[in-house]
């Protein structure tokens, strides 16, 4: 077994920023050990020799699923538009990501 | 006095055949059931008596006018991540709060039309993150059998709804023993099918590489006659299968004899109690008893898939996840529970560009070697039994000792979701935990090949015809 895996205060921010997560100060330390737990328990896998083996694709088998391109009766716009928190003139309305 | 509710879905089908009742004094009698337990147990996170009641005055109505459905007036319990058309469904998560699905799932859908009422849904683990229904943002289903202790999860509160009867059956859905395993706590039967025999369309998801909805239910062949409806291929959903659906309760009647069982040498683990050991001992002897052969196998060792599972899982949860984002419904990311930002953390970490090789390209392959350990195992036996989870249901608040608990107590059931295989939860006795008085369940699980549910069917229908572990109810106070 390998030795256990080292993880920073700065590394569990960049992992929030990278997956959208505002961390509160508490929570940082909080989310930081149980990220290395989670990683820790990983490492018996370094036990497996996996060098020929391929990544695993469809767990069944599955190829090629494949179906016509046609359009089908859908949502409306009206109940697409029904759970949005917010929405203006029949569109969602999100944040600006741009600065002007 | 015996109610309704407290009827198999065979048994009721039956009588409401032979008109000793209709469809809304079984759904009277379930929504009674939920008055008077559920606020105790709190298998349910929303309950729609009126909804379920106009369904049942028209499957009455369907009923005289010979329109019955194959189902035709049963009502059910659906886990609360299943989109129900016009229901809220939460997944037990506050992000989802106040969502309410413009659309079925699939599998809703098909129960619908096959004449099911659906009473309410049932409380999760937040997004079927665990084993506990303790990260449901919402609150802790609780035991029947014990109402200090754990239900199981994530589909515990379908799981405690059949159990009490609280309904006649229910929805659920596994990633890796979130069906069997709550089955197993509970005491009641639950069928995890072959990854992509059942659709995935509408079920919020957790892992999508592995998600199967499955039911639980008081018998095997209430199962069957759920999957019976809900399997087949479905052009929403590109990983169901095109084989052909078999006949499930046709299977139940089939004989077993010759069928070869293995026992996973790896799986009976040390720390797992002599009371599960036996009682699954006990059980094999019954199949034995009844034609069916049974030798040791050698398997995989299960530690290699808890670290799998936690890697590819994770990975997948993030990116699944990672499309709420508040604007199209639900709540903005702040409203994420400890367990998904837990799940989402280290399923980024392990997907970063910088770690991919060591964790999610490593945990692919060994994923592999675990599809291949099993398909050589099954040239030798054809099915293998064992304990479902390690040990009997613990106390409330078991599940905030560690990071990684639904991991730990999925791990005979990880490596069979990893590979995709069918899997059936059924209870095969009692026992009394150490720190308590109440006796408690104990779950088996019997798994297959890919697509082999029928042989699961036969083989947990003859032990049910053996065995009485399912009759067996929880005292309600």
């Known amino acids: ?100 | 006095m015996n109610y309704l509710n407290q009827l198999t879905i065979k048994q009721a089908l039956s009588g409401l055949e032979q008109k000793e009742f209709t469809c809304q004094e079984l759904v009277q009698d379930c929504l009674q059931a939920i008055d008077k337990h559920d606020p105790k147990l709190k298998a349910y996170l929303t309950v729609e008596p009126e909804q379920a009641l106009a369904a049942a005055q028209k499957a009455d109505q369907n009923r005289a006018s010979g329109q019955a459905g194959f189902l035709e007036g049963i009502p059910l319990a659906i886990k609360d991540n299943f989109s129900v058309q016009g229901m809220r469904t939460t997944a037990s998560s506050k992000m989802l709060d106040d969502y309410v699905p413009p659309f079925n799932a699939t599998v809703i859908a098909r129960l619908r039309a096959a004449g099911t009422i659906v009473l309410g849904k049932t409380n999760l683990d937040a997004f079927a993150h665990g084993s506990s229904t303790e990260t449901s943002d919402y609150f802790t289903t609780l035991n029947p059998w014990d109402t200090s202790r754990l239900p199981g999860g994530s589909s515990g509160g379908s799981a405690a709804a059949v159990s009490a009867d609280l309904c006649l059956g229910a929805m659920g859905s596994e990633t890796a023993g979130s069906v069997r395993g709550p089955a197993s706590w509970c005491g009641c039967t639950g069928f995890k099918p072959t990854y992509g025999r059942v659709s995935r369309y509408g079920v919020v998801a957790m892992a999508s590489s592995t998600d199967s909805p499955g039911p639980l239910t008081k018998t095997i062949e209430d199962a069957a006659l759920i999957l019976q409806i809900i399997a087949g291929q479905d052009e929403h959903d590109s990983t169901s299968s095109p084989l052909a659906v078999g006949d499930y309760l046709a299977a139940c009647a089939k004989e077993i004899k010759g069928v070869k069982i293995g026992l996973p040498k790896q799986y009976f683990l040390p720390e797992i109690s002599d009371d599960i050991k036996q009682a699954v001992m006990d059980a094999v002897r019954e199949f034995e008893k009844m034609g069916a052969s049974v030798q040791e196998v050698d398997c995989l060792d299960p530690k290699y898939s808890i670290a799998v599972y936690t890697i590819l899982q994770r990975a997948e949860v993030a990116s699944n996840l990672s499309r709420l984002d508040g604007n199209r419904y639900g709540n903005n990311r702040s409203f994420m529970g400890d367990e998904a930002v837990n799940r989402i953390m280290s399923g980024t970490y392990v997907l970063a560009a910088e770690f991919q090789d060591q964790y999610y390209r490593k945990g692919k392959k060994v994923r592999q070697m675990i599809i291949d350990n099993f398909a050589s195992i099954f040239e030798q036996v054809d099915v293998l039994m064992s304990p479902t989870f390690p040990m009997l249901a613990p106390r409330v608040g078991a599940s905030q000792e560690t990071a990684i608990f639904g991991e730990l107590m999925d791990v005979l059931v990880e490596p069979s979701s990893l590979a995709g295989l069918p899997g059936l939860g059924i209870p095969c006795g009692f026992a009394q935990p150490k720190d308590g008085d109440k006796k408690l369940p104990i779950g088996m699980q019997i798994i297959g090949s890919h697509f082999s549910e029928e042989l699961l069917f036969s083989l947990g229908h003859a032990y049910q015809q053996a065995t009485s572990w399912h009759l067996e109810k929880p005292m309600l106070s």
Request: net charge negative.
């Open chain 1, 1 to 100: 077994m390998s030795e256990e895996i080292k993880l920073t205060r700065e590394q569990t921010l960049n992992v929030a920023y990278l997956a959208d997560l505002v961390l509160s100060e508490e929570e940082i330390e909080k989310f930081r050990s149980w990220l290395k737990e989670a990683l820790d328990c990983t490492l018996v896998l370094q036990e497996l020799d996996t060098t020929h083996l391929l990544q695993v694709g469809h767990i069944t088998g599955l190829t090629n699923v494949w179906q016509e391109d046609v359009i089908k009766p859908s949502l409306t716009q009206e109940q697409a538009l029904a759970n949005a928190p917010r929405s203006l003139a029949g569109y969602f309305r999100v944040n600006c990501v741009l600065e002007k």
